[in-house]
């Protein structure tokens, strides 16, 4: 059920991270939805791998996979939309559902409508993940081992045989499709060297019935929905775009091979709305953290264990699949290269500005030595410095290349980083100017209660004209 | 991170849905049901017809041509699943009328049928809706599961509210009449009470309406259907069936499966507006992934044979058996 109280939004809302995952989409999208009234969260990429953390100000904790960030609104839950362009795990949103149940939501699933188009992942995609990643040793790419890469990979080889969520209602057409998947990862993975039983026929390989009865469960709990559903949606109530994942990610625009197999940037939500007959029509909001952080293998520039111990990280542990969290410096050069292959946002939320309260010399760890030497100031980072002595440029290319993105990747493990302290006591605000962004809220805490919202909701620039208002159910009704 | 993981999740996934499916998202039922004795059990605001003048179905700049589709639903005991039906297949009912084209701009209704000889909300009814609003109308319907064993409902009273509390730019500007879907299974009471009219909805009247006078002002303005769910507590009742067939004819709609009901609604507007014929239609839900086009093809069948939009080939003449028509053999 969509809220019934608060004023209501008055257009479409994108929220895109602007680094490698993890800046605050989860609490930015919580935020917008205790604000105003939207009619759902929809999510246009990536899948189950999102990992969204929303604390609500009387303590309760959920993160977010499959359900959008706006589940926990005061005022009601705001529903789900998981577009054509998302990946569905029904387990991982059964799992969700369980969990936001315990939270209080009345009726979790009663809030989720499915694109029958959506791709569903399954337990022989991540398998297959898996098993790709273990071959890969040390090597890794980091993924989160959930197979939704493997999930696009294998849906782009065979357009017509990859399961969606739509076929979890046909239980005969799926049984073929899932007997094609098992069959093809075999082929390509069965005698991998990977010491654990395969997505094969083995032991422990997974029960063809149990999933396609535990499909056929979620498509009759669940409403799948058709191509009309969208649009109609867009028309009728604004909406909040919930990325997954970060810009620097991105398949075209990341570090490759470090990158997920998923549009990042706002691509995906504007083709939505352009669909839906309403190009452009949304508000783009960028989410940094004060810090840049990255989860997995790949170039993080700025990277500086020392801040590991100055910044705890209360939901991103070590990784079984990714590895260790890692923690660097606010990375100006790389969110400014993520602002240009987005393709720029209008306003900007900069999370974790609490983050370096207390953190100077005089905690006496000794292990800051980067922020002991600007007298406990956080730094950022400028320019990239080449071996040589030379300025690396980070500039996106229109065209997909990964062979030049590769070139790029081995370009920024060689270089350094030139640090500054970042130069005035308004984190948010500096960080804002420096990236040439309105501010549309800061966090100085985990909770949309540590929000402070910017009274300006003034244009960024790179906006381009302005587009017609979002258009609103008008007829006038007497009582 | 073991593969023997792998059953198990499947086996959590099914129970986690299926524990969920007998749950409902009609907050306001289990928020009355559980804080209130039943006779203190009222019909949310926002459905409550008393004092109603009108419930507008309007053109606006979104919505240049407004078309209204009302769906009332018998909300007594023998009846309840329908709402909680009615909620999981709205998406697909917007989705289907609008994917083909059958209607561009819907604009939809829904109430809830009671009886108001012993029921506290005789009658709920919502607003014309073009959006998620309606979900929030859903939510709201409160699902008293009374009824009085009778085999009557005041599907009279919901007729008479229609009739004469709704305007609609469909028809006052383009004569079109809206759509009214009744799903029922029992007879209606013989006429409009006044006393009820009076008490439910607040008009000023010393008059009953007989039923057929109503029904009859009420076809002025909508195409009127009513669907009887063929595995509901009545269907086997002949006087019930006879009372609609005698009354509703070819629009009296047999359903086998209530899970179809949205493709059912959706397909009988694209015939009523010749946005399609029957064949077409179960096409089209076939190819939005519906599985239900037997039964409402099955549904259907009578309706569309008396639109004549399907051509049935007739065997030449005096080739058949029957002896009413051609010739009579030996």
């Not at chain 1, 999933?211 to 109530?237: G, I």
């Not at chain 2, 999740?9 to 998202?25: I, V």
């Not at chain 2, 309007?58 to 589709?69: F, G, I, K, Q, T």
Request: hydrophobic fraction near 40%; aromatic fraction near 6%.
């Amino acid at each position: 059920m969509s809220r019934t109280s608060g004023p209501r939004a008055d257009e479409h809302a994108i929220v895109v991270d602007l680094g490698f995952g993890d800046a605050g989409k989860g609490v930015t999208v919580d935020l917008l939805c205790a604000r105003r009234r939207y009619g759902a969260v929809v999510r246009a990429n990536g899948g189950a791998q999102a990992a969204h953390n929303v604390v609500t100000p009387d303590g309760r904790h959920h993160t977010f996979s499959q359900f959008g960030s706006g589940t926990l609104a005061p005022g009601g839950p705001v529903p789900t939309h998981l577009s054509r362009l998302a990946v569905v795990d029904p387990f991982a949103l059964a799992a969700e559902a369980r969990h936001l149940a315990e939270l209080g939501i009345a009726d979790p699933f009663a809030l989720v409508t499915v694109d029958r188009r959506a791709l569903i992942s399954t337990p022989w995609h991540q398998a297959a993940n898996r098993a790709r990643e273990r071959a890969r040793g040390s090597d890794r790419h980091g993924s989160c081992g959930m197979g939704v890469g493997e999930t696009m990979a294998y849906a782009l080889a065979h357009p017509g045989d990859a399961p969606t969520a739509g076929d979890c209602a046909h239980p005969a057409r799926l049984r073929r499709k899932l007997r094609l998947l098992a069959d093809h990862l075999r082929d390509r993975l069965g005698d991998h060297p990977s010491g654990e039983a395969g997505p094969d026929g083995t032991a422990g390989s997974p029960d063809l019935e149990e999933c396609v009865s535990a499909y056929a469960a979620f498509a009759q709990r669940v409403r799948l929905v058709d191509e009309a559903h969208l649009p109609h949606l867009l028309a009728s109530a604004p909406v909040v775009f919930e990325g997954a994942q970060g810009v620097l990610l991105d398949e075209w625009h990341g570090f490759h091979p470090y990158t997920t197999w998923s549009t990042t940037t706002t691509a995906n939500p504007l083709a939505l709305l352009a669909e839906a007959g309403r190009p452009g029509q949304a508000r783009r909001i960028g989410v940094v953290r004060t810090y840049t952080t990255r989860h997995g293998a790949g170039p993080l520039v700025t990277e500086d264990p020392a801040l590991g111990s100055l910044l705890p990280e209360p939901h991103n542990g070590t990784h079984p699949w990714q590895g260790p969290f890692r923690i660097g410096h606010l990375d100006l050069v790389a969110h400014r290269y993520a602002l240009a292959a987005t393709g720029g946002v209008d306003s900007l939320v900069v999370t974790h500005t609490d983050a370096f309260a207390g953190a100077g010399p005089a905690d006496g760890s000794g292990t800051a030595d980067a922020v002991e030497a600007t007298d406990g100031r956080p730094l950022w980072c400028t320019a990239y410095a080449n071996p040589d002595g030379t300025a690396l440029h980070l500039v996106p290319e229109a065209s997909p290349d990964l062979e030049r993105q590769e070139r790029l990747t081995r370009a920024l493990l060689r270089v350094r980083p030139v640090l500054a302290a970042i130069p005035d006591d308004d984190l948010g605000g500096a960080i804002g100017r420096a990236l040439g962004l309105p501010l549309e809220a800061e966090f100085g805490g985990p909770t949309r209660a540590d929000a402070r919202v910017s009274g300006s909701r003034g244009r960024g620039p790179g906006r381009g004209p302005r587009r017609g208002r979002v258009t609103r159910r008008a007829p006038t009704r007497p009582n | 991170m073991g593969s023997s993981n792998w059953s198990t999740d499947a086996y959590h996934a099914r129970a986690a849905y299926n524990a969920a499916a007998g749950s409902s998202s009609f907050a306001y039922t289990d928020d009355v049901a559980s804080s209130l004795p039943r006779d203190k059990w009222k019909v949310h605001p926002s459905l409550d017809p008393h004092g109603v003048t009108v419930r507008e179905s309007r053109d606006s700049d979104a919505h240049p041509e407004s078309l209204a589709v009302s769906v009332l639903f018998d909300v007594t005991g023998s009846m309840g699943r329908v709402p909680r039906l009615l909620q999981k297949k709205l998406p697909d009912l917007f989705g289907l009328l609008l994917r083909k084209g059958y209607v561009e701009h819907p604009q939809i209704l829904f109430g809830g049928i009671g009886d108001a000889t012993c029921d506290r909300a005789p009658l709920q009814v919502g607003q014309f809706e073009s959006g998620n609003e309606l979900e929030d109308d859903l939510g709201n319907i409160l699902l008293e599961g009374g009824g009085g064993g009778q085999v009557t409902e005041s599907y009279e009273l919901a007729m008479y509210f229609m009739a004469r509390h709704t305007a609609m730019d469909c028809l006052d500007k383009r004569g079109r009449k809206g759509y009214l879907f009744v799903i029922g299974d029992e007879m209606a009471y013989g006429a409009v009470k006044a006393r009820e009219v009076r008490e439910v909805i607040g008009d000023d009247t010393r008059e009953n309406v007989a039923f057929p006078m109503i029904l009859a002002e009420l076809q002025r303005r909508f195409e009127v259907f009513f669907i009887m769910p063929t595995g509901s507590a009545h269907f086997g009742n002949e006087d019930v069936r006879g009372f609609w067939d005698t009354h509703l004819g070819q629009n009296v709609i047999y359903l086998d499966d209530l899970e179809a009901v949205s493709e059912t609604i959706a397909v009988t507007i694209g015939m009523g507006e010749e946005a399609v014929d029957l064949a077409q239609g179960l096409e089209d839900i076939a190819s939005a992934g519906s599985d239900a086009g037997d039964v409402v093809g099955k549904a259907l069948r009578p309706l569309s044979r008396a639109r004549g939009s399907i051509v049935v080939s007739e065997s030449p003449d005096g080739l058949t058996g029957d002896a009413a028509g051609g010739v009579d053999r030996l």
